[in-house]
């Protein structure tokens, strides 16, 4: 294992690897640099995310359906204070960042801790670990993960996991587990009214990566849910027909411990089956990753132990 270094600059903390640079916001408390190298690979930081787009049955139900309960919780407008941010030296190839953040809405009554560790190694490994407790008055969660913008030069894609078309977790037992391999701007799938859309389960590793095979890894400890899509949630949420929709020169990648399912024994009722829902509460979950180089095979990578 390579040995790292440490450049602190203002609120930004840097650790230089054997394969690039994670650098870390201390006030915001979250990654805002990834490189593979010396090429940036985040075009937006990584953050917590426990919201996803109305579905059609969302938008059926109105003022009673989830989207409209996570709206009314104030999930959609939650305020971030970090309280805790501290370095911990494992000799000098491994670096324990931990970090205690509150996220609230002040004028409803959601609230989010997050209790993450990154575990950043002289290898250019990353591992995140996070335990997450949400409190809201409402049946149940989105999603529990992260979420990052990749430029879009990184869209060509690779998973290990469910596919090869879209699935969720109480949608999944038709999509196969396999080695598939995609273009980012192929996996929106093209509804009429946009909506949430292109999740894939069970993912073993996904890469992104350019024409360059240069990218990032991002493997499950042991499982995640994963989209990779060219918008955001909010551009699904604001758009109502697909022709009002555009594609962006960037990557949204969700990458969700957990993520619940979307129902549809109805078009009108919440009628995603308890086991698929995600209840107040307290979750864990843990990613691995790795920025991609020129020689790198992601099936090695994706597979390999520290």
């Not at 919201?51 to 305020?79: E, Q, S, Y």
């Not at 799938?189 to 949430?196: A, D, L, S």
């Not at 949420?237 to 555009?246: G, I, Y």
């Amino acid at each position: 294992m390579p040995a790292l270094s440490i450049l602190e600059e203002g609120q930004r903390v840097s650790l230089k690897t054997e394969r690039g640079v994670v650098s870390f916001d201390r006030v915001q408390g979250v990654v805002v640099s990834l490189t593979a190298g010396s090429i940036e690979l985040l075009s937006r930081p990584m953050t917590g995310c426990f919201v996803r787009a109305p579905t059609d049955i969302d938008h059926a139900i109105g003022d009673g359906g989830l989207a409209a309960h996570w709206k009314n919780a104030g999930l959609g407008r939650l305020r971030n204070t970090v309280e805790q941010f501290s370095l911990q030296h494992v000799g000098d190839k491994q670096v324990h960042v931990r970090v205690v953040s509150t996220l609230y809405a002040e004028d409803a009554a959601a609230s989010i801790r997050r209790e993450t560790t990154y575990i950043v190694f002289g290898s250019g490994d990353l591992i995140i670990d996070e335990r997450v407790s949400l409190d809201a008055p409402i049946v149940s969660f989105a999603r529990v993960g992260l979420r990052a913008g990749l430029f879009g030069s990184f869209g060509r894609l690779r998973w290990y996991g469910r596919g090869p078309f879209e699935n969720y977790p109480d949608r999944k037992a038709a999509a196969l587990v396999g080695d598939y391999s995609a273009n980012v701007s192929d996996l929106l799938t093209p509804y009429v009214y946009p909506q949430e859309n292109g999740l894939r389960c069970d993912v073993r590793w996904v890469a992104l990566t350019s024409e360059d095979d240069i990218g990032l890894l991002v493997r499950g400890m042991p499982v995640f849910c994963m989209s990779a899509l060219p918008v955001w949630l909010e551009d699904l949420e604001a758009a109502t027909n697909l022709a009002d929709l555009s594609v962006r020169d960037e990557i949204s990648l969700h990458c969700d411990g957990f993520h619940m399912g979307v129902g549809g024994d109805t078009g009108w009722t919440i009628n995603v089956h308890p086991e698929y829902r995600l209840p107040p509460g307290h979750y864990r979950y843990a990613l691995r990753l790795r920025p991609l180089l020129a020689d790198d095979d992601p099936t090695v990578v994706g597979s390999e132990r520290l």
